[in-house]
């Protein structure tokens, strides 16, 4: 038996026919004549030598054939647009610069996996560093993009997630009771966590001291895990060498959210580095913080 190879155009007018429910909405759809989508399931029922549907003045219907036939065109045009994807993926090529605070590491390591995996071509180079500084090299086009902590109220970037900060100690400590509180901070003037939560203690009229100082929650934790201080983070960061203070119980103020934000370099961007971007949105984005 002699196969005809399909057109792959017919098969997509098929489908689009059987998705809108009409020839008429299929070809502006398409941006096809009516008669061009009409011939172009004539043909496909001549090539695979079936009826396809079932034609009356008001509805169109699949026969038992073009059931069939539907499954199958889906599963031909899918695996026909994953062939180009993963085609046009290998050609993206160059170098992609990404900062980020050292602890947000844990929110890349599979994106990045991922990355590499479909641009094998590209370049990856990650810079570590403060959130304000990162920021500042990001728009001065050092970085093509920065995952940063934001402040609500400040602008630009997107919104990849907002939670709320928390203070936090380890389990059964009883550091948040002394005066003045002992604290782990990140270094004074560069960290929204730190300004949230000194500023909020101030408010209170609670007496704190820095006990401990660092750029990276991961050092600040060391004291916090011990009992000699707490300090404060977002819940996402947090381990089971700590837990959660009630600021009831604590005698603690409530403190704000915070932002996790993806900031961009001005101007065009080149392809590696958009497609770095794009899947870093896909998955990091806590869909609940659109809009927001």
């Not at 190879?5 to 096809?32: E, F």
């Not at 006990?211 to 960061?237: H, K």
Request: with cysteine; aromatic share 4%; hydrophobic share 40%.
């Amino acid at each position: 038996m002699k196969y005809r190879t399909l057109s792959l155009t017919a098969l997509q007018s098929l489908v689009t026919v059987i998705a809108t429910g009409s020839v008429t909405t299929a070809a502006r759809r398409l941006n096809y004549s009516q008669s061009a989508v009409s011939m172009q399931i004539r043909r496909l029922e001549d090539d695979l030598d079936v009826e396809l549907l079932k034609r009356n003045a008001r509805t169109l219907e699949l026969t038992r054939a073009g059931r069939e036939v539907l499954g199958y065109a889906r599963e031909m045009l899918r695996l026909n647009e994953e062939l180009q994807n993963h085609l046009a993926e290998q050609e993206v090529a160059g170098t992609v610069r990404l900062g980020l605070p050292v602890d947000y590491a844990p929110y890349i390591t599979d994106t990045l996996t991922r990355f590499a995996e479909n641009y094998p071509l590209v370049e990856m180079e990650v810079h570590s560093g403060m959130s304000v500084d990162l920021v500042e090299q990001t728009r001065a086009g050092d970085l093509d993009m920065a995952i940063v902590t934001r402040e609500p109220e400040t602008s630009g970037g997107i919104t990849l997630r907002r939670e709320p900060l928390v203070w936090v100690a380890a389990p059964g400590s009883t550091a948040y009771q002394q005066t003045p509180l002992p604290l782990a901070l990140s270094l004074k003037g560069v960290c929204a966590f730190r300004h949230a939560a000194t500023q909020r203690l101030n408010a209170a009229g609670k007496a704190w001291r820095t006990a401990y100082e660092s750029e990276t929650f991961a050092a600040q934790r060391i004291p916090v895990s011990v009992g000699l201080a707490i300090t404060v983070t977002i819940p996402s960061l947090i381990g089971p060498d700590l837990e959660i203070l009630d600021t009831e119980t604590a005698s603690l103020p409530e403190l704000p959210a915070i932002d996790i934000r993806l900031q961009r370099s001005p101007g065009r961007s080149s392809r590696a580095a958009r497609s770095l971007a794009d899947l870093l949105i896909e998955r990091i984005r806590d869909h609940r913080s659109e809009g927001k």
